[in-house]
């Protein structure tokens, strides 16, 4: 790691990679597209002021760990086969990367690793499908797709509330699914099939709503508009039609478990990054 980088890996080597690897799958014609916060930022370069002003930066330590990508599982020889063109190292299967529907990759000087999961979210408090959803955006999982991803956690962090405001931020809500928009029609459709998530989605976007009013650091502007997003997100979601199957689900409510529990980074990493990438290297 360069001196200069005081034990920490910059933001934008995060952002550089993370694109010189969608360029390599693009070219391999290979379905390969980012998740997560850093897939956020990448969508939302040009709101870097707002960013930081909710203090999503790197300035008191690193922004990012990791990358995420979604992949389908016919593609996953295909993924292998891109990263380790470019220097990455596979972690070896085991039973908890398996049940995860995931590969983890090695970045060649050790600074960080990329998780790519293949066909849906899994290890989520509620999984989201990739089937089918992989064309829609050059860079990531459609947008939609994103902002679910952020509101499926139970355990919703003031991290992953600034980058669902940071993604509301930049992005128009409409109907229909188009480039750099969040659809409401895909957001309704998942949760009209799932009480659980949608308790989950709609409880959060509630909180949200309730927390942007009281956000010192918006502006008038800023609080008119995700305000409206938000009540825009919740209204395609109380208003579409529900399966018979989230009808009867809603009878039990809360008073049983909605939500599966997530394997922790300790499960996955087991010994953390340095030994997983020792184990990677000593079993060929």
């Known amino acids: 790691m360069l001196a200069e980088w005081n034990g920490k890996v910059p933001t934008r080597i995060f952002v550089d990679e993370s694109l010189r690897i969608l360029r390599a ?33 790197a300035e008191k330590g690193q922004e990012y760990s990791d990358i995420d990508f979604a992949t389908y599982y016919k593609s996953r020889d295909g993924v292998r086969k891109i990263m380790e063109s ?23 000087k050790g600074w960080f690793y990329i998780d790519v999961f293949w066909d849906k ?47 509301l931020k930049a992005h128009t809500i409409a109907g229909k699914e188009e480039l750099e928009t969040i659809s409401t029609d895909r957001v309704a459709y998942v949760l009209s099939r799932d009480w659980g998530f949608w308790y989950t989605v709609t409880t959060t ?4 709503g309730e927390h942007v009013k009281e956000m010192s650091v918006l502006s008038s502007q800023e609080t008119s508009d995700l305000s409206s997003k938000v009540e ?3 209204y395609a979601a109380n208003t579409v039609p529900k399966s018979l199957r989230w009808k009867l689900r809603a009878i039990i409510g809360s008073r049983k478990k909605w939500y599966k529990p997530v394997e922790t980074e300790e499960t996955v990493g087991e010994f953390g990054i340095w030994r997983l990438r020792e184990q990677a290297s000593t079993s060929g």
């Open 86 to 108: 470019l220097g990455y190292s596979k972690r070896p299967s085991t039973m908890s990367t398996s049940a995860s529907q995931r590969q983890i990759y090695f970045h060649p």
């Open 232 to 234: 825009k997100l919740l």
């Open 121 to 167: 979210l899994k290890a989520a408090n509620h999984p989201i499908s990739f089937r089918d959803r992989l064309e829609v955006d050059p860079i990531s999982i459609p947008l939609s797709d994103l902002l679910l991803e952020k509101l499926q956690i139970v355990s919703f962090s003031r991290k992953d509330m600034i980058d669902t405001l940071l993604l």
């Open 205 to 208: 976007l509630q909180g949200i």
């Open 25 to 57: 799958a693009s070219e391999a014609k290979v379905a390969l597209k980012m998740l997560g916060g850093l897939a956020i930022k990448v969508h939302s370069l040009n709101e870097k002021e707002f960013a930081n002003r909710l203090g999503r930066s």
